[in-house]
């Protein structure tokens, strides 16, 4: 079933991109990655309200959504067979770019309540991901030193401070050396909604990081740069260029298929941290606080603890043996 009819835009000129609530709203976000995933989710929303594949976000009449078609939006997202989680992830970019809609003035206050007024997909799903063994780990730092080349130090060094501080591959990524204090082994983080803590390194970890910045230099600029195949580091504005996110999910990537071992993503190194640091009987506040949760709910559902008293519960239960009767 389609989406009921939109009315029309009024005829005239094209939606200045200051009034168009599709550009305020990803404007108003403060991370590449965020701004990129809610564009994925707008366009997507347009290709639902315009039937056009090939729709963008872009000058679509988010002011003329009413609650007739938000709702519907909500039922052909779930009638695609979209996971619940999915479903709320473009859910929350519609209510958003209906708000930037009413703060713009191209809809009343009692327009946006209506249409904004949708419930969540209620769901229940284990955790995704994965632990990372030890091992895994271990291999995964011998590759790296397998490769004698600057971006072998790199990697190591990269791999080091994904495993020991459970940072986001987008927090790893902006980190530049003056967030780096070798006298209380500390990384300055700005994680989201640019929120700063301050996470610690092991001794080990340090260690790597140190080969890496005789490596690098001293330069102002990026912590971890982008390495050309010809091994040079590169530069942007007298300093170490960043990198994206991605780019370091790609780095942890290669490394692990270098080692044999199973693909692992950088947030399953973040999974294994907060297991780990709960596994030691740290506290959860302290355990929140280190990965920059927002809530001790978000940091709990981490927990593999309870999993892990289910698994000894069961194994206290011995299948009989085979005799015939």
């Known amino acids: 079933m389609s989406l ?3 009315p029309p835009a009024a005829t005239g000129p094209a939606v200045e991109p200051a009034r168009d609530p599709y550009r305020v709203y990803l404007d108003s976000l403060a991370s590449p990655e965020s701004r990129r995933t809610m564009r994925g989710c707008l366009d997507r929303l347009a290709v ?3 039937g056009d594949e090939a729709a963008s976000g872009a000058g679509q009449p988010w002011h003329l959504l009413r609650y007739e078609h938000t709702v519907r939006l909500r039922a052909l997202m779930t009638e695609r067979g979209w996971s619940p989680s999915y ?7 519609l209510r958003r770019v209906l708000r930037e809609a009413w703060r713009l003035g191209r809809m009343s206050a009692e327009e946006y309540q209506r249409a904004a007024d949708l419930p969540t997909v209620e769901h229940t799903r284990l955790p995704a991901g994965q632990h990372v063994p030890a091992e895994v780990v271990g291999a995964a730092l011998a590759a790296c030193e397998a490769d004698d080349s600057p971006a072998g130090v790199r990697d190591a060094a990269l791999l080091a401070a994904l495993y020991s501080t459970g940072c986001r591959r987008a927090e790893i990524a902006g980190l530049t050396l003056g967030d780096y204090d070798p006298a209380s082994r500390s990384l300055r983080v700005r994680g989201k909604r640019d929120k700063e803590r301050l996470v610690y390194l092991t001794s080990q970890a340090v260690g790597r990081l140190e080969r890496w910045l005789a490596v690098r230099g001293r330069a102002s600029g990026a912590l971890f740069c982008p390495i050309g195949r010809a091994g040079f580091l590169r530069f942007r504005d007298g ?4 990198m994206t996110g991605q780019a370091v999910a790609d ?11 199973a693909p692992r993503t950088p947030h399953d190194f973040r999974r294994t941290f907060i297991g780990e640091l709960l596994d030691a009987g740290v506290d959860l506040a302290t355990t929140q606080a280190l990965v920059g949760h927002s809530s001790p709910a978000t940091t709990a559902r981490y927990d593999r603890r309870p999993e892990r008293r289910r698994r000894e519960a069961v194994d ?3 299948l009989p043996a085979a005799e015939p009767l």
Request: aromatic share 0%.
């Open 239 to 242: 300093g170490p260029a960043s």
């Open 251 to 261: 780095i942890l990537a290669r490394r692990l298929a270098q080692a044999g071992a």
């Open 316 to 318: 206290r239960i011995t």
């Open 4 to 6: 009921p009819a939109v």
């Open 87 to 93: 479903v709320n992830k473009h859910l929350v970019a």
């Open 48 to 50: 639902l309200i315009s």
